[in-house]
């Protein structure tokens, strides 16, 4: 069974950098066909999605945060890394890694969920 184990700072300093990395255990983050993604929910919110690495090493962001943000992989360690320039209140949410399996369409596994809150 696959697990997903996110790790990082819970409280991020004013227009320095949020660095979050999830451990993955039971699967191999180069799995074919399978997308390594970061999500977050600010307060009071819906679901955000940040973007993803995939499973060839390749990423994809989403449109308001590309600017600013990096997803890279670590396969000896079987982990990828959310990268977040500037952090400002904006950025203040709960975030979250999950699987997106495109063989079946689906993300059916999440990590844990932490929150990350600026200091200002």
């Known amino acids: 069974q696959v697990q997903l184990q996110v790790s990082g700072p819970g409280l991020v300093k004013p227009s320095q950098s949020l660095s979050l990395t999830c451990t993955v255990s039971g699967g191999s983050i180069t799995t074919n066909d399978y997308y390594w993604t970061w999500i977050r929910q600010p307060p009071g919110k819906g679901m955000e999605w940040i973007g993803y690495?995939?499973?060839?090493?390749?990423?994809y962001y989403g449109p308001s945060l590309k600017s600013h943000t990096a997803i890279s992989r670590d396969t000896s360690r079987n982990q990828f890394t959310l990268q977040l320039s500037s952090v400002t209140p904006e950025d203040t949410a709960v975030y979250y890694c999950?699987?997106?399996?495109?063989?079946?369409?689906?993300?059916?596994?999440w990590g844990q969920g932490t929150q990350v809150t600026d200091s200002s």
């Open positions: 690495i995939a499973y060839s090493g390749s990423t």
């Open positions: 999950a699987r997106w399996r495109g063989d079946i369409q689906a993300y059916n596994s």
